[in-house]
């Protein structure tokens, strides 16, 4: 008799276990990669980098095909993942502390070269509803100590400070929120170790992961066995060339695939929505990688710039091996924190769309009339001040420096090649109206008129 009761409240407790971890709310990790170009994944196209873990996590999950960053460059992309909100509305339009043209055409506008403290983060969003939150990697927010992620609301900051790229990828590293490993250790490995640790400590209550790999951004640094073995494997033809940088890819993929797979050992995946995007398109400077067919890279207006990889896995709820072309942008990750913890309270999200609807279904759409970017910068890549909407598929951009607007239709000119603006004089200006009144929505501010412009001075 006595064994019989012992058996049945065992049973209870494990009964009363697993209703407690399926009634919880889920668990969200973000995985926001630096400078990750469209086809920077085998199970995006490319021709060279192996990608196996997270080819496995699309084939578990769902692909965006039409996903972008918010901005062309990283901190704006970062704290519209971070608020939901477009960089345009935070002031914070370019990388901290950007690029300075003194003589150019144009002065960028007096700008926001940090996170606002005011601003309510995604860490933030989720704490009240008992969520353990970590940022695991790169911050680039803000300067001063102040501005970093455990004064954000995350509970622990793991390698994020003012940094927008790390001194070295291998040990010691000389990032001040990361004590130096063995010398040697990578950084890409030792990130995903510490998020790992920070997964098995909060297995048993719900967590937001935020894992910003400083990978793949310069300074191209790998092991150099992995080095040696694109060196080898590369041939003539092959569209992505650079064995340094596709050692990096390589290396960030054993990381994810660390991560995730730590999530199923612990029996986490049906409880864990994973986001996996990167910050903005892939460095085509330098012969870094080629974006290839989208027209150019990081810091330009073309798709090359701002249309990134995205996989979002969560089992049970994401049907597996889905494509989705519903276009969405980083400020959706925001909204869609929110919509699967049931976080209430913080109003709307007039620059965000939760991604659920697209997630239970890929033909689904979502209530949004156009993406919006503004960047009234200069970026040492040669791009000049613009703004850009898409319009299902249309696109217009709006260069500042001499009122010119350039017309695309993605659907047939994905390479942006074909510029339409004299054929379609009245799509044009239909969308350039309409862009004009998104900027004065957000109170977008616009570049200036430089005094000191020298057309003779090269900058």
Sequence with gaps: MTHRILTLCLFALLCSSTANARDRPPNVVVILIDDLGWTDLACFGSDLYETPNLDRLASEGMRFTDAYAACTVCSPTRAAVMTGKYPARLHLTDWIHGHDRPKAK????????????????????????????????????????????????FTENVAGYGKGSPPSYFSPYEIPTLDDGPEGESLTDRLAEEAVRFIEANADRPFLLYLPHYAVHTPLQAKEDLVEHYREKITPGVRHDNPVYAAMVHSMDEAV?????????????????????????????????????????????????????????????????????????????????????????????PDARSLVPLLRDPDATLDRDALYWHYPHYHPGGATPYSAIRARDWKLVEFFEDDRVELYHLAEDLGEADDLAS??????????????????????????PNPRYDPDSGD
């Design 106 to 153: 144009l002065r960028p506008p007096e700008w926001t070269e940090y996170l606002p403290l005011e601003e309510v983060t995604m860490a933030e969003a989720l704490a009240p509803l008992g969520y353990a939150s970590a940022s695991v990697g790169k911050w680039h927010l803000g300067d001063e100590p102040g501005r970093w992620p455990d004064h954000h609301g």
């Design 423 to 448: 054929a379609m004089p009245e799509k044009a200006e239909e969308l350039r109206g309409r862009l004009a009144s998104w900027r004065e929505s957000v109170g977008a501010q616009p570049p200036r």
């Design 257 to 349: 695939g660390r991560v995730v797979g730590a999530i199923d050992r612990l029996g986490l995946a049906e409880q864990t929505l994973i986001l996996f995007t990167s910050d903005n398109g892939g460095l085509e400077l330098r012969d870094v990688t080629d974006n290839h067919p989208l027209r150019e890279g990081k810091g330009s207006s073309y798709e090359g710039g701002v249309r990134v990889p995205m996989i979002a896995r969560w089992p049970g709820v994401v049907p597996p091996g889905t494509t989705c072309d519903e276009p969405v942008i980083s400020t959706d990750l925001f909204a869609t924190a929110l919509e699967v913890s049931g976080a209430v309270g913080h109003g709307e999200l």
